[in-house]
């Protein structure tokens, strides 16, 4: 629908210039007009007032409403008709139509693994070493840098990582990346133009990072089984993968710790086939009941491929991850990184580094050390009070703990009638590659208070006795 044909007035317009501020005057008047037209305020066909006229009511000189009408003109915004007229050409921003899809109510409660308690995300030492990495740092970091990261980052983790877990980490061989799940892509996409045709996982295991990545790369992915001490090593003689994905720390979802036996038993594998083995470490740092166990990578570095991350410590939405490779393998990947995106943030890499050099990781991991062990313990009350029938396991360490159930209990149908009653969690079979007799569910802690864990386990087990009775 055309505006009307009358010429609009200054006051019309909204315009409000600031004439201490830095912006040109004639920036400020198109801007006015521009987020008029976009707002529909000031719609098409509307006339605007003559330059002199508006300049004189604006307090300005004509030179500057020109420059403005001009501007919006070139843009498409206005348009000059004949004898002088300037018209609004454009209509209104069309708003975007609200989504249909009905979204499902949030959870009272929610278990779900993968969601952290970032509310103790140490803000003002990240801060700290924010502001000393921009005052610190070498011009040449803010520049276009190697796929492998910014040189501080690497000596610092290198550091960390030998110091808290035993690695044989060079400075050299470490590759910088948008966390676990960018870090696995581009193992797999140099595995992929490697010639490898099969990458082996634990069974049950968290794969949804590689599978789908997997496939399009023409990659097969296998399970190996796991039992009470990790990967089934007996399964070995027989597989035949070029590389094999394993959490030896802190087995996902099952909790169980890769023994000693074992570790060399897949490090034996892995050398008479040429394979690599890709360590996920990725939530080594909390421990509660047992000594820290330390990386694989520092056994066999010819071997291994260390993956860690900040996700499960700081934030996920930091979005940082490293590799720490065996050095025939760095600069395949970080050609790869460097194709992708050219590169992770160069800011938060220093201020990363920083945060480490100074201890503030350090620091930051021994104040939540007790705040998640108290988390961990009030779930382990609450489960031997209130479901004793389920039998808990993993629960030395990590974020997450693991509850097998009686054989007379459908996983699928315990999870459906937990949700129905707003408790989220989740079963051990979507993360099967292969069926298995024995229903599990997994509980994740880390964002939920001492009262949630207990409301939460109150309802699951309503759930559980009403299931069971019928």
């Known amino acids: 629908m055309a505006g009307p044909r009358t010429n609009s007035t200054g006051e019309s317009l909204l315009v409000t210039l600031d004439r201490e501020g830095g912006e040109p005057l004639h920036r400020q008047l198109a801007a006015a007009v521009r987020d008029g037209v976009r707002s529909g305020r000031l719609r098409r066909g509307t006339t605007l007032p003559p330059t002199r006229r508006l300049a004189d009511e604006l307090g300005v000189s004509r030179g500057v409403v020109v420059e403005a009408y001009q501007q919006l003109v070139a843009?498409?915004?206005?348009?000059?008709?004949?004898?002088?007229?300037?018209?609004?050409?454009?209509?209104?921003?069309?708003?975007?139509?609200?989504?249909?899809?009905?979204q499902p109510p949030a959870p009272a409660v929610d278990f779900g693994y993968g969601r952290y308690d970032v509310s103790n995300f140490p803000r003002a030492a990240w801060l700290r070493s924010v502001r000393r990495a921009f005052t610190q740092a070498p011009n040449e970091r803010f520049g276009y840098l190697t796929g492998r990261g910014v040189p501080e980052l690497h000596e610092a983790l290198a550091d960390y990582l030998?110091?808290?877990?035993?690695?044989?980490?060079?400075?050299?061989?470490?590759?910088?990346?948008?966390?676990?799940?960018?870090?696995?892509?581009?193992?797999?996409?140099?595995?992929?133009?490697?010639?490898?045709?099969?990458?082996?996982?634990?069974?049950?295991?968290?794969?949804?990072?590689?599978?789908?990545?997997?496939?399009?790369?023409?990659?097969?992915?296998?399970?190996?089984?796991?039992?009470?001490?990790?990967?089934?090593?007996?399964l070995l003689a027989g597989l035949d993968a070029d590389a094999l994905v394993l959490?030896?720390?802190?087995?996902?979802?099952?909790?169980?710790?890769?023994?000693?036996?074992?570790?060399?038993?897949?490090?034996?594998?892995?050398?008479?086939?040429?394979?690599?083995?890709?360590?996920?470490?990725?939530?080594?740092?909390?421990?509660?009941?047992r000594l820290p166990v330390g990386a694989m990578q520092g056994l066999a570095p010819e071997l291994v491929a260390y993956s860690g991350t900040a996700s499960k410590t700081l934030a996920p939405g930091l979005r940082l991850g490293w590799l720490v490779l065996p050095r025939p393998w760095v600069d395949d990947v970080a050609e790869a990184k460097l194709l992708a995106d050219r590169g992770s943030p160069v800011l938060d890499q220093l201020a990363f580094a920083d945060f480490l050099a100074h201890g503030e990781f350090d620091r930051h991991l021994r104040r939540m050390r007790p705040v998640y062990r108290q988390r961990r313990d009030a779930l382990l009350a609450a489960l031997a009070a209130r479901l004793p029938e389920l039998e808990p396991a993993g629960i030395s360490a990590g974020l997450h703990l693991v509850a097998w159930l009686p054989d007379d209990v459908d996983e699928a149908a315990l999870v459906a009638a937990a949700a129905r009653q707003g408790v989220r969690v989740n079963g051990v079979t979507p993360y099967r590659l292969s069926p298995a007799e024995r229903g599990g569910l997994i509980f994740g802690y880390s964002a939920l208070n001492e009262r949630a864990v207990a409301d939460g386990v109150a309802t699951l087990a309503t759930a559980f006795a009403q299931l069971r009775r019928t």
């Open 75 to 102: 843009e498409g915004y206005l348009t000059s008709r004949t004898g002088g007229y300037t018209e609004v050409a454009a209509a209104p921003a069309a708003q975007p139509a609200p989504s249909t899809r009905p």
């Open 162 to 234: 030998n110091r808290v877990r035993g690695t044989a980490a060079f400075p050299g061989t470490i590759v910088v990346s948008n966390g676990y799940a960018q870090g696995i892509a581009l193992l797999a996409q140099v595995l992929a133009a490697r010639g490898a045709r099969r990458i082996a996982v634990e069974d049950p295991s968290a794969d949804d990072d590689l599978r789908p990545l997997a496939g399009r790369l023409g990659l097969d992915v296998v399970g190996v089984p796991v039992d009470g001490d990790g990967l089934r090593t007996d």
């Open 247 to 289: 959490t030896p720390t802190h087995q996902w979802p099952t909790g169980a710790v890769l023994s000693a036996p074992r570790r060399a038993e897949v490090l034996r594998w892995a050398d008479e086939r040429g394979a690599l083995v890709i360590e996920d470490d990725y939530d080594a740092e909390y421990r509660y009941d």
